[in-house]
């Protein structure tokens, strides 16, 4: 039985119960042993009365039957006698059943004495059949005297299981009345033969051997017995057996033993009058020995139950005081150890994490007062309680030290993240004035490149300020189209190429969520793209559903396993405190971050046939209808570069009325190896799209000649001579409809549709002033500008 883990209580019970129980047994045990023999001394009184007085008389009266019995037998006729005897033995005999049949003397009998009460009642059951062979002369008197014998014998044996008091002397002196008892019926069996013999004038055949064998015995008892008596009874029956009529009974029983045949000259009357002076005066004797067993016995049972209360009390009294002790000491032990642990659970649960909570917050903490000291006394327990306390202050030090020292670190970070955001700002902006004054496609296409690459460095420095416990700064402060968003999202990853933006519903995103909705995406694009093999396609949906705004980011990986996937959700759901040695997933804490912040859900599930989903759900909250698409809508200046900057990278266009989005299955990128730098001519179509002648312009570099020859080109190059297609292209269509007002002029402002502006810049340069007027030539779409 392992009790390592039961509760202080219950080992503190287990410990006492044993020796406390063990009592308790030994105080029951040891009262019942005294109280039984008192019970019984108590029940002498009743057995003699409703056994010994009645069963004596019924014995009596079967011996005065037994010899008129054997005398009708020996004689020819009747004896009116014997009819008013069986009246009498019947009388006697019906009482003692009555008293057998009743509870008292059931009560007070043990099993033995049950058992011979049961035997004496069958015996007498026998008395009506026997009598009837005795009038019908069918049995000799041999078989008379053995009939009524067995009655009497049966009556013996009951008073014989009378005799057994817990008292040895009074035990003693039942017996010695109970053998006395017996001597005296030997007596009376003497007599009926004796009275057969005389009234047949003859002895039958044995009759004068079990005759000599009744005497002789009568005699052996009745010595044994008076041998265990007190010395004043046994003084009693030796002044009874000194009497003439004893003296005289003796001598005719020495006559009879002597000769084997019935004398001559017997004196009959002389041997009836000494039997019956005998045999009365030891009944009386008996009778008088039973009052006064029954007497002594009742002041002994009293005395012992006295000692009894008396033991018990004092018993009783101690196995209380002793569970008493035990329980106050347990309840005192266990009540301070409850306390120590009650102290510990409040530190360890309560005070220090709000502690650590209000350090954090900024707010001062008193040790003293956090950690109050613990009063447990002056033993082990105390000792436990002292060592605690200096553990509770150890700890609360701790705790203010180790936020002291987060709060430090946060700090640090927080520091360099906000200089790397001013930098890369203002990169960022000369990024911009590079790109608008610059015509060489090769050099476009570079810095393209570098501004993609500071625009993922922009979003890793955001990432640090979130990660320190702050706001990023970017913010607009009107809505966003949710395709311009996802666009935004994929211009800041690396592997933007093998994006897809599938089916995107139309809604808008509201401007103070737009910065950290475009930065939640691209966290999860960017997992999408790393996470899957680098052939496959990532593909971005959006669609209003009860509730919100859901986007779903699918990539083709090897997914997730459950447990995983069950680990990543739960850190989703509620992100927890940024601990420094966990930063295997540093991506994941900053969406649980940026959407805990506007209470978007994030949930990631397993895809079909493999890979995994990331499904978005925006709140209705901060969604609202998608913003129209046209000159009156669209911003200047700075603002409108930098909308256009977020989606630069993406060509899959927004929806425009009367021209359905581009079909999924159509190329997103169409390369062209012989664009470079070029010029626009006045269009010539009626949709009043330019014509691109190609030329130098005149602030390029002279190249070399290179030969005609289609030559292999890398992906790289590839890209480049997209990005200066797409540059031309856009500029022509701007310049055509500024010419001819034609309706490219609004398909041009599609980008910037939303106006964003920068509502909680860091500390940085601050972004480009508006436009000139004349604004130098722009060989970009408006959607590969980068924010």
Same mark, same amino acid.
């Given at each position: 039985?392992?009790?390592?883990?039961?509760?202080?209580?219950?080992?503190? @019970?287990?410990?006492?119960?044993?020796?406390? @129980?063990?009592?308790?047994?030994? &105080?029951?045990?040891? @009262?019942?042993?005294?109280?039984?023999?008192?019970?019984?001394?108590?029940?002498?009184?009743?057995?003699?009365?409703?056994?010994?007085?009645?069963?004596?008389?019924?014995?009596?009266?079967?011996?005065?039957?037994?010899?008129?019995?054997?005398?009708?037998?020996?004689?020819?006729?009747?004896?009116?006698?014997?009819?008013?005897?069986?009246?009498?033995?019947?009388?006697?005999?019906?009482?003692?059943?009555?008293?057998?049949?009743?509870?008292?003397?059931?009560?007070?009998?043990?099993?033995?004495?049950?058992?011979?009460?049961?035997?004496?009642?069958?015996?007498?059951?026998?008395?009506?059949?026997?009598?009837?062979?005795?009038?019908?002369?069918?049995?000799?008197?041999?078989?008379?005297?053995?009939?009524?014998?067995?009655?009497?014998?049966?009556?013996?044996?009951?008073?014989?299981?009378?005799?057994?008091?817990?008292?040895?002397?009074?035990?003693?002196?039942?017996?010695?009345?109970?053998?006395?008892?017996?001597?005296?019926?030997?007596?009376?069996?003497?007599?009926?033969?004796?009275?057969?013999?005389?009234?047949?004038?003859?002895?039958?055949?044995?009759?004068?051997?079990?005759?000599?064998?009744?005497?002789?015995?009568?005699?052996?008892?009745?010595?044994?017995?008076?041998?265990?008596?007190?010395?004043?009874?046994?003084?009693?029956?030796?002044?009874?057996?000194?009497?003439?009529?004893?003296?005289?009974?003796?001598?005719?029983?020495?006559?009879?033993?002597?000769?084997?045949?019935?004398?001559?000259?017997?004196?009959?009357?002389?041997?009836?009058?000494?039997?019956?002076?005998? &045999?009365?005066?030891?009944?009386?004797?008996?009778?008088?020995?039973?009052?006064?067993?029954?007497?002594?016995?009742?002041?002994?049972?009293?005395?012992?139950?006295?000692?009894?209360?008396?033991?018990?009390?004092?018993?009783?009294?101690?196995?209380?005081?002793?569970?008493?002790?035990?329980?106050?000491?347990?309840?005192?032990?266990?009540?301070?150890?409850?306390?120590?642990?009650?102290?510990?659970?409040?530190?360890?649960?309560?005070?220090?994490?709000?502690?650590?909570?209000?350090?954090?917050?900024?707010?001062?903490?008193?040790?003293?007062?956090?950690?109050?000291?613990?009063?447990?006394?002056?033993?082990?327990?105390?000792?436990?309680?002292?060592?605690?306390?200096?553990?509770?202050?150890?700890?609360?030090?701790?705790?203010?030290?180790?936020?002291?020292?987060?709060?430090?670190?946060?700090?640090?970070?927080?520091?360099?993240?906000?200089?790397?955001?001013?930098?890369?700002?203002?990169?960022?902006?000369?990024?911009?004035?590079?790109?608008?004054?610059?015509?060489?496609?090769?050099?476009?296409?570079?810095?393209?490149?570098?501004?993609?690459?500071?625009?993922?460095?922009?979003?890793?420095?955001?990432?640090?300020?979130?990660?320190?416990?702050?706001?990023?700064?970017?913010?607009?402060?009107?809505?966003?189209?949710?395709?311009?968003?996802?666009?935004?999202?994929?211009?800041?990853?690396?592997?933007?190429?093998?994006?897809?933006?599938?089916?995107?519903?139309?809604?808008?995103?509201?401007?103070?969520?737009?910065?950290?909705?475009?930065?939640?995406?691209?966290?999860?694009?960017?997992?999408?793209?790393?996470?899957?093999?680098?052939?496959?396609?990532?593909?971005?949906?959006?669609?209003?559903?009860?509730?919100?705004?859901?986007?779903?980011? @699918?990539?083709?990986?090897?997914?997730?396993?459950?447990?995983?996937?069950?680990?990543?959700?739960?850190?989703?759901?509620?992100?927890?405190?940024?601990?420094?040695?966990?930063?295997?997933?540093?991506?994941?804490?900053?969406?649980?971050?940026?959407?805990?912040?506007?209470?978007?859900?994030?949930?990631?599930?397993?895809?079909?046939?493999?890979?995994?989903?990331?499904?978005?759900?925006?709140?209705?909250?901060?969604?609202?209808?998608?913003?129209?698409?046209?000159?009156?809508?669209?911003?200047?200046?700075?603002?409108?570069?930098?909308?256009?900057?977020?989606?630069?990278?993406?060509?899959?266009?927004?929806?425009?009325?009367?021209?359905?989005?581009?079909?999924?299955?159509?190329?997103?990128?169409?390369?062209?190896?012989?664009?470079?730098?070029?010029?626009?001519?006045?269009?010539?179509?009626?949709?009043?799209?330019?014509?691109?002648?190609?030329?130098?312009?005149?602030?390029?570099?002279?190249?070399?000649?290179?030969?005609?020859?289609?030559?292999?080109?890398?992906?790289?190059?590839?890209?480049?001579?997209?990005?200066?297609?797409?540059?031309?292209?856009?500029?022509?269509?701007?310049?055509?409809?500024?010419?001819?007002?034609?309706?490219?002029?609004?398909?041009?402002?599609?980008?910037?549709?939303?106006?964003?502006?920068?509502?909680?810049?860091?500390?940085?340069?601050?972004?480009?002033?508006?436009?000139?007027?004349?604004?130098?030539?722009?060989?970009?779409?408006?959607?590969?500008?980068?924010?």
């Amino acid at each position: 039985m392992n009790t390592r883990d039961w509760p202080i209580r219950a080992k503190l @019970t287990a410990l006492v119960i044993g020796p406390v @129980t063990g009592l308790l047994a030994l &105080w029951i045990f040891a @009262t019942t042993l005294t109280f039984g023999p008192a019970l019984d001394l108590l029940a002498a009184r009743t057995l003699l009365y409703d056994l010994g007085r009645p069963g004596e008389t019924v014995v009596a009266e079967l011996q005065r039957e037994r010899r008129l019995s054997v005398v009708q037998l020996a004689g020819d006729a009747a004896l009116p006698e014997l009819g008013e005897q069986r009246a009498r033995t019947d009388r006697a005999v019906a009482e003692l059943r009555r008293r057998i049949d009743g509870e008292d003397l059931r009560d007070a009998a043990d099993d033995q004495l049950d058992a011979r009460l049961d035997q004496l009642g069958s015996a007498l059951e026998a008395l009506p059949a026997g009598r009837a062979f005795i009038d019908d002369r069918k049995v000799d008197r041999a078989g008379a005297v053995g009939l009524y014998s067995g009655m009497v014998g049966s009556a013996f044996q009951a008073f014989s299981a009378m005799a057994a008091l817990p008292d040895v002397q009074l035990n003693r002196e039942a017996s010695a009345l109970t053998a006395l008892g017996r001597s005296r019926e030997l007596l009376g069996q003497a007599d009926a033969l004796l009275a057969g013999a005389v009234t047949a004038g003859r002895y039958a055949e044995g009759e004068h051997e079990q005759l000599v064998r009744t005497v002789e015995n009568q005699r052996f008892l009745a010595e044994n017995a008076v041998a265990d008596l007190p010395p004043d009874e046994r003084a009693g029956y030796q002044r009874l057996t000194e009497g003439p009529g004893f003296l005289r009974l003796r001598a005719l029983q020495d006559t009879l033993i002597r000769s084997a045949e019935l004398p001559a000259r017997f004196d009959v009357r002389a041997w009836e009058s000494s039997h019956t002076e005998v &045999w009365q005066g030891l009944r009386d004797f008996e009778l008088r020995g039973a009052d006064s067993l029954a007497e002594r016995s009742v002041p002994m049972a009293v005395r012992i139950l006295v000692q009894l209360a008396a033991a018990g009390v004092l018993g009783l009294v101690a196995v209380v005081v002793c569970v008493l002790v035990v329980l106050r000491v347990g309840r005192s032990l266990a009540h301070r150890l409850t306390g120590v642990r009650g102290a510990a659970t409040d530190m360890a649960e309560r005070r220090l994490p709000d502690v650590v909570a209000r350090l954090r917050r900024g707010e001062e903490v008193d040790v003293d007062r956090e950690a109050p000291e613990l009063d447990h006394g002056g033993d082990e327990i105390g000792q436990v309680a002292r060592a605690f306390n200096e553990v509770r202050r150890t700890a609360v030090r701790a705790a203010v030290d180790e936020v002291t020292l987060r709060r430090g670190f946060n700090e640090v970070i927080l520091n360099l993240a906000r200089r790397s955001q001013g930098l890369v700002h203002r990169q960022l902006a000369l990024l911009d004035r590079l790109e608008r004054r610059t015509e060489d496609p090769d050099e476009l296409a570079g810095l393209f490149q570098v501004d993609h690459l500071a625009t993922r460095l922009r979003r890793h420095a955001e990432d640090l300020v979130i990660l320190a416990g702050a706001a990023p700064g970017r913010g607009w402060r009107r809505p966003v189209a949710a395709v311009d968003v996802m666009r935004g999202a994929i211009s800041e990853v690396e592997a933007y190429d093998r994006v897809d933006v599938g089916e995107v519903q139309s809604a808008g995103v509201l401007g103070r969520a737009v910065g950290d909705v475009i930065h939640l995406l691209a966290e999860l694009i960017e997992n999408a793209t790393a996470f899957s093999p680098p052939g496959t396609r990532v593909d971005v949906t959006g669609r209003t559903v009860p509730g919100g705004y859901a986007i779903e980011i @699918t990539d083709r990986g090897l997914g997730m396993s459950p447990p995983a996937l069950a680990a990543a959700n739960r850190k989703l759901a509620a992100p927890p405190e940024f601990d420094p040695a966990d930063s295997a997933r540093l991506g994941l804490f900053v969406v649980a971050r940026l959407a805990a912040r506007h209470g978007v859900r994030v949930e990631l599930r397993p895809a079909g046939p493999a890979g995994t989903t990331a499904s978005v759900l925006v709140p209705a909250d901060l969604i609202t209808d998608e913003p129209p698409v046209g000159a009156d809508a669209t911003p200047a200046g700075p603002e409108r570069r930098r909308m256009a900057k977020v989606t630069r990278l993406t060509t899959v266009p927004r929806g425009r009325p009367g021209r359905p989005n581009r079909d999924r299955s159509e190329p997103t990128v169409v390369p062209l190896p012989t664009a470079r730098a070029s010029t626009v001519e006045p269009p010539a179509d009626g949709d009043g799209l330019p014509r691109r002648v190609r030329r130098r312009g005149p602030t390029a570099r002279p190249r070399a000649a290179v030969a005609d020859v289609p030559a292999h080109r890398t992906p790289e190059e590839a890209r480049r001579a997209m990005s200066a297609l797409q540059a031309g292209t856009a500029r022509g269509r701007r310049d055509g409809s500024r010419a001819t007002g034609g309706p490219s002029a609004t398909r041009l402002r599609d980008a910037s549709a939303a106006e964003p502006a920068e509502t909680g810049t860091p500390s940085t340069a601050p972004e480009p002033a508006a436009e000139p007027s004349s604004p130098a030539p722009d060989h970009r779409t408006a959607t590969e500008r980068d924010a």
